[in-house]
């Protein structure tokens, strides 16, 4: 009996099992189909950004500011015109030396009571150098924002120029070149910069020890009283302040600090590449080797600064983009591979960054040509790279924002390169009405194809495995020393 009555719901089940099969069948091919396509993104969140209000003092200097309601700090920019650029042909490095003096000594504060007082207004202090412009930045409580200008009067109105600050800041820059020199990273962008820029003043930025060595504290003090004036700087304010308090706090801190004749400075449109360049360091203790790969473009308006944008993330943006996809997940050729853009006052550097194998160096940069070329040539992009990239350049920029240091970055371009508050409120929609033509047609006025190559790595293997071209050997302090024409051993 019990036999009949397995059988029986052995036979009930299997029968049950077939109908809901048969039943279900039907509502299962549609719902497999749509699982093929992945659901709509959620709208993307609208970035509400206060425009920036500027005026100018009568001394000349520019207040700007970026109101936000009940933020607890005051972030203070002063930016002066002084970038390396600015420095004398003689005296690369100048800039960075002298914007580096500042707040090591005023004529009523020693180095150390100046970062006391910092640490007492709860607050950071940084000066830095780019290659138009240099930055002195102050954050603190917002409740000691007077005291903080005060501080800056001191440092800017005030400062202490002596010999042995000078000395001192000498020595901490000449050991940090000592240190980087074995870096292969900086070795190689400073040497793009150099070969890119050989004729022109943005070179610079590429200076070395020895011009360190060269460098006086005369030298020092007259490219301070030349280019540090009111009429050549600005003042950006990020807090919880108002354009006609912020110019009133300037004011009353700044009523003293003169304008002054000053040399006007213009800057001429540096060249591309137009034809491919390779130059070599020797770090003969890398078992690997970087590549700096770049050249020069030049949008001429902010929709094709976005193309560029786009185009920088389909090649290297992410881990998930084409370089690094084949050549890393694919090819298994590099360590990393990456591509950036970097803004300047009359064009843009673009370059790609790679750490690879030696013994397949040659077949990196074919790769990483090959994959340009795909672009710019052959008009191959994606809808989902195009619109991959543009949601994340989208997504990214108010998470950059959350940083102070990077919103003041970011102000600090919009004022000296004119991006203007257009540049805030139709970010999302100057981003979304990308298509692949534009993509394409800023890749095909670019110089991409003839670029300049830095490597850094040991010297004998990696000519060893990059017979078929010529190439350029520097030492670390980018002196030229020979080329090695294709095929040649040294």
């Given amino acids: 009996m019990r036999a009949k009555e ?6 009930f089940f299997f029968l049950l099992t077939v109908c809901l099969s048969l039943f279900l069948a039907p509502q299962g091919f549609p719902q497999e189909k749509f699982r093929k396509s992945p659901p709509s993104p959620f709208p993307l ?31 203070i920019e002063l930016i002066i015109m002084a970038g390396e650029r600015h420095s004398p042909d003689s005296l690369p490095g100048l800039a960075t030396m002298t914007t580096r003096m500042i707040g090591r000594q005023t004529r009523q504060f020693s180095q150390e009571k100046i970062q006391e007082t910092i640490e007492s207004l709860g607050g950071n202090f940084q000066a830095q150098t780019y290659l138009d412009y240099s930055r002195i930045t102050l954050e603190v409580l917002a409740e000691y924002t007077d005291e903080a200008l005060a501080l800056l009067k001191q440092m800017i109105l005030w400062p202490s120029f002596n010999q042995r600050s000078f000395d001192s800041l000498k020595r901490e820059i000449y050991y940090e070149l000592v240190r980087k020199s074995v870096n292969p990273e900086f070795l190689a962008k400073r040497l793009l910069f150099q070969l890119l820029f050989a004729d022109h003043p943005y070179h610079k930025i590429a200076f070395s020890r020895d011009d360190i060595r060269r460098i006086q504290l005369k030298d020092v003090k007259d490219f301070f009283t030349q280019l540090y004036l009111p009429n050549n700087s600005q003042i950006i304010f990020i807090g919880d302040l108002d354009l006609k308090s912020a110019a009133k706090k300037t004011s009353h801190a700044f009523f003293t600090w003169k304008k002054q004749k000053l040399i006007p400075s213009t800057v001429p449109s540096p060249q591309p590449a137009v ?9 003969p203790q890398r078992n690997d080797v970087t590549i700096f790969l770049g050249n020069l473009v030049f949008p001429q308006s902010w929709a094709e600064t976005y193309a560029y944008s786009v185009l920088s993330h389909i090649l ?3 881990p998930y983009s084409r ?6 997940e694919m090819k298994g050729y590099s360590y990393y591979v990456f591509s950036e853009m970097e803004i300047l006052k009359n064009c843009a550097l673009f370059t790609i960054r790679a750490r690879v ?3 397949v160096l040659e077949e990196s940069l074919q790769e990483i040509l090959a994959v340009i070329r795909e672009i710019i040539v052959n008009k191959k992009i994606a809808n989902y790279e195009l619109e991959q990239a543009k949601s994340f350049l989208i997504g990214r920029l108010p998470v950059e924002l959350e940083s102070l240091d990077n919103l003041a970055f970011r102000l600090t371009s919009m004022n000296i390169y004119g991006y203007g508050n257009e540049y805030w409120q139709k970010y999302y929609s100057n981003i979304m009405s990308l298509t692949p033509d534009d993509v394409f047609q800023v890749g095909q006025k670019s ?4 670029p300049v190559i830095t490597l850094t790595g040991n010297k004998e293997v990696i000519l060893q495995n990059l017979k078929s071209l010529d190439i ?5 302090n980018g002196k030229f020393l020979y080329t090695l024409r294709k095929g040649e051993k040294k």
């Fill in 6 to 11: 397995k059988s029986y719901y052995s036979v």
């Fill in 45 to 75: 969140p609208l970035l509400k950004l206060n425009p920036v209000e500027s005026t100018t003092l009568t001394n000349g200097l520019k207040v700007a500011v970026f109101s936000q309601k009940n933020l607890p700090l005051t972030h």
């Fill in 275 to 283: 034809k491919m360049k390779i130059g070599l360091i020797d770090l």
């Fill in 316 to 318: 290297g943006g992410t």
């Fill in 323 to 328: 370089l690094f996809l084949r050549l890393r």
């Fill in 357 to 359: 194998r030696p013994e």
């Fill in 447 to 450: 110089s991409l194809l003839t």
């Fill in 472 to 476: 350029d050997l520097y030492d670390k």
